[in-house]
């Protein structure tokens, strides 16, 4: 088991970044695969982008591929989203998720979930 804690939310105008963090603790945070999800009102919960275990495989949403880019520092226990020329799109609340059991691909086995935090783009 792992507790998930986002931060690193906020208020940026289109075109400015932010970069998301996501504490996990209680268990070896090494042996999970890691994902960013989103959810905007109104819409369905979706895949950002997700990083294998060891930090080699990723893969990202067709949206927003060459602006968003997933890491992890497995020696601090800490996954990152760095998101530049943010656009009013991606305003949503974003989630960080652990999976174990699949690979890093595997997007219906992100069952570990943090609490969210809120990016909001303005025009």
């Known amino acids: 088991q792992v507790q998930l804690v986002e931060s690193g939310g906020g208020l940026v105008q289109a075109g400015g970044s932010l970069r998301l963090s996501c504490a996990a603790s209680g268990s070896t945070f090494s042996s999970y695969n890691m994902g960013w999800f989103r959810q905007a009102p109104g819409k369905e919960r979706e895949v950002v982008s997700t990083?294998?275990?060891?930090?080699?495989?990723?893969s990202y949403a067709d949206s927003v591929v060459g602006r968003f880019t997933i890491s992890r520092d497995n020696a601090k226990n800490t996954l990152y989203l760095q998101m530049n020329s943010l656009k009013p799109e991606d305003t949503a609340v974003y989630y960080c998720?652990?999976?174990?059991?699949?690979?890093?691909?595997?997007?219906?086995?992100?069952?570990?979930w943090g609490q969210g935090t809120q990016v909001t783009v303005s025009s």
């Open positions: 990083i294998s275990w060891g930090g080699i495989g990723t």
């Open positions: 998720a652990a999976n174990r059991l699949g690979d890093y691909r595997d997007y219906g086995r992100y069952d570990y």
